[in-house]
């Protein structure tokens, strides 16, 4: 069994966040009004800084409260020391305490400054530059449980914990993770750990997919005030230095696509029995609950991981489906749509396929070339015939510029659209559309696009709802298809637009899980 220790965490944690003083150094901003200020640290929901007053002739452009380019300020305190980057110090207010006191000159005037602290850490940046071990810690308000939708999986024990954690492995271009929740103490955490040594920016990457994927999978993304906790031995026992990580809020808007509890989205009839030739019971039919019941393998998971981070498209197209879920209709279905265009772009350049040609056929493709140019001649002709006397050499230019453009998408006729390249990966993968998205793909992507209105003018606002929020389900599993294609994934996923008909009132073929 693996041993986690977390206790160390937090203690370490209880010591870097409890209120202090000390005394600023601003490294190489060494004029910076705030060197050798006595300041308080205050944590709350932000991290407060509030510097001594100090002498100030700069009213109004504070340019003296500004740090240079990759500066690092100090808080030395007796028990620990603070460190942040000059670029995450940001002034929450600025007053100027003595300003009406009416001794005061401009070579008196005082001003105090409270700014808010972000990423600040226990270590200077000069620790982050090393390959470290490093512990993501993340509280949340309910422990996640990864035992029947996730395999294969493993159990830790948790030196503080009265239960063990269910942990499962991630791993991606030869290095390992481990993600695993745990309650201690009537706080429940999320824990990411690095089982290689990394640099912190690559840590920060693999910990936003995981969350990423884990969003796009059962619908939560979690997020919010954490910790990443740095180490030099592989055990995670003895944590050296300690960081503040901020991310988007916790959202829970979001519409998972795996399951293993069919029961959800399936109504299964009554099993009915008979006796065989030998007298023996035995079930008729094979509509069973228990196909469905196989968990998302963790090979999957850790590729889908790898495409957020290698591919900047796929890493886009994560964050618009994930976050479009609390968007209005009118802008969540544009962003669905972008999304899928990003994903349809990665699948076609692995696919190596380069043909965008409607017809292929080598005898049509040549009779077609004949007739555009055959075409752009006319089209040349009419331009001489039309021609008013008297223009300048520049103006037919222009004129003639006009012409070309007609000729190009002639010659351009046999060129497949934007629509049908979305479909083609469809085909590679070996999942035939519906009507209903092919509809999607070849009408309504371009009603939206082009700013067209969905529906004639004078429809029922209700009806126009129900069908703008099908279309929004219809995209999404899409998106989900190829993604989870793309990961080498096979196997029952969630057939968004059957499972909420209920809602958008449309008929909607297959079941509400469908294979893949």
Sequence with gaps: MICKYINPNLKLLEKFRTNNSGIITTGTSKNHSFNGLQASVKFGKDIELKPDSFLSKNLNDHKDIRFRKGAEMKLSCDSINYYVSGSDILPNSITFPNFNDPEVDGNSLKKQVIVNLHNLSNQSKEHYKKHRFYRFLLPVKKVLSFQGDFYPYEFAKVDTATNNALTINIEMENENYHFFSTHIKEQHYIVIDSLNKVVLERFTQVVNSIFMTYAFLKGTYYGGSA??????????????????????????????????????????????????????????????????????PMENYSKLCELIITRGSILRSFILIIDCNSSPLELKIPSLFVALENITKIVVKKSGNKSTEIFEEKEINKRIKEISEEAAKKIKALELENRPKGLSSIEIKERKKNYERLITKLHQINKGSNNQKLAEPFEKFGYKLSKDEENALYIHRNKFINGDDFFILDVDFD?????????????????????????GYSGYIINLPKTYAYITQQKTSGRGLIKI
């Design 227 to 296: 910790h990443i906790f740095s180490y030099n031995d592989a055990e995670l026992k003895k944590p050296v230095g300690i960081r503040v990580f901020e991310s988007s809020e916790t959202k829970s808007k979001g519409y998972e696509i795996h399951t293993t509890n069919p029961y959800r989205y399936i109504n299964f009839k009554s099993p009915k029995f008979k006796k065989d030739e030998e007298g023996k019971t035995v079930r008729l039919g094979k509509d069973t609950a228990r196909k469905y019941i196989v968990e998302f």
């Design 463 to 487: 009806k126009e709802f129900k069908e703008l929020l099908h279309l929004s389900f219809l995209i999404h599993k899409l998106c989900a298809i190829l993604l989870l294609k793309l990961s």
